[in-house]
């Protein structure tokens, strides 16, 4: 008995220590490690997917939901017409007839573009915690009011993303082409695109351009021209606004007679020592040019100025330059509570049509809160607007003769 407890341990030690032993746990344990790091990193990859398809469609549906309301009131203003038109759309998608858009009808009528894929129609069909399996009657209103407003994706490499704030369209392709060349303001900063032409403009300038049928500069769009600004991350107004001032600013420095233009109006603006502009002196300098164009008494408010005013410690230069392209530019301003329109806006179409005549433009609350006084009831939002306006210029210049 005691032979075997002396023996007993040396075995073990002895076959620990032989080298097939050695062999046999390395592969085994190798083996163990190996399906063990492989199911760990099959999981993760799922997970990350599922994320990821998560958040993809997280976005859609985010770009839904903000086009639900304007959706809704499209809807609501334009009468019988835009009811019968918005019948009509569903009736052309909903092949069987029964008042409900499958997955296979909605394909089939997109057939081409950004929207045709199945997290667009997933993005239509979730809300308020339900899921389904096909569209109704108001689950199409928002694509409906999409397509027929022209709201753009971005044209740029890689990107088509859905733009719903500014973006740069190409002038000669509005004007002349079937179809429109549109990018965001990220891809335009970074020359992330590829196009023919070279004469581009944001939404708002253009469609100013298109009211007043005055000739806003265009920016040319050479790589110099489109720096990138260093923006990253979460875009506020101010930044978005400034961005875009700098990019129309770098387009015209080989323009002198623009930066003439630039220069007076800088040296008109009233700079203290610290060259900055107080605002005390920046309501009395927009007090003056009231009496001249009224347009300005809209931005002779504090709350103007806070937008201006990008560290809070008064006008520099690059604020000033920014003044300048609103005012250039024609950004308007809601006459029903006189703020900035920045995003989605409203316009009088009778107004907007007469030559001659100043915009009246209105905030979504405002339009729909009813708290204006008018003598006119035709509104189309800007995108609406300029999408109509670009069809017109078409129309025209097919029925031209050659």
């Known amino acids: 008995m005691e032979a075997v407890k002396i023996a007993g341990p040396a075995i073990i030690s002895y076959c620990l220590g032989a080298t097939w032993v050695k062999i046999f ?28 398809s998560v958040e993809e469609r997280t976005a859609e549906r985010k770009v839904v939901e903000e086009m639900v309301p304007f959706a809704e009131m499209y809807y609501e203003l334009g009468g019988e017409d835009v009811s019968e038109s918005a019948t009509e759309f569903l009736e052309s998608i909903d092949v069987d007839g029964d008042g409900r858009v499958s997955l296979t009808d909605y394909l089939s009528f997109m057939d081409e573009g950004p929207l045709r894929h199945r997290k667009w129609f997933t993005a239509l069909a979730e809300g308020a915690g339900r899921v389904r399996d096909c569209l109704g009657p108001r689950d199409v209103r928002p694509l409906y009011y999409m397509l027929k407003s022209g709201r753009p994706f971005c044209m740029g490499l890689g990107c088509q993303n859905f733009v719903g704030g500014v973006y740069f369209t190409c002038v000669n392709c509005f004007h002349g082409s079937p179809s429109s060349f549109s990018v965001c303001l990220q891809c335009y900063e970074s020359n992330r695109f590829r196009h023919e032409h070279t004469k581009f403009l944001d939404n708002f300038a253009l469609l100013e351009a298109k009211r007043t049928k005055l000739k806003i500069p265009a920016l040319k769009s050479t790589a110099a021209n489109r720096e990138d600004s260093g923006c990253e991350g979460a875009e506020t107004i101010k930044s978005e606004l400034h961005r875009i001032a700098m990019v129309y600013y770098r387009s015209t420095l080989d323009d002198q007679q623009v930066q003439i233009k630039i220069k007076k109006f800088v040296k008109s603006v009233p700079f203290g020592r610290d060259r900055r502009v107080a605002l005390h002196d920046f309501l009395e300098f927009m007090d003056k040019k009231c009496n001249n164009n009224q347009n300005f008494k809209y931005m002779n408010t504090p709350s103007f100025f806070k937008i201006l005013d990008r560290d809070k410690q008064g006008l520099d230069l690059v604020d000033v330059r920014t003044l300048y392209y609103v005012v250039q530019s024609g950004r308007p301003f809601c006459r029903g509570c006189r703020d900035f329109l920045a995003g989605t806006f409203f316009t009088c179409v009778t107004c907007f049509e007469r030559s001659g005549q100043s915009s009246f433009c209105l905030c979504p609350s405002c339009l729909r809160d009813n708290k204006f006084s008018h003598d006119h009831h035709v509104f189309l939002d800007n995108y609406a607007m300029l999408q109509a306006k670009s069809k017109r210029s078409r129309r025209a210049r097919t029925a031209a003769p050659q």
Do not use: I
């Open 25 to 52: 746990l390395f592969t085994f344990m190798s083996k163990f490690l190996l399906e063990f790091m492989s199911k760990t990193l099959r999981r993760l990859w799922l997970a990350f997917q599922e994320r990821a």
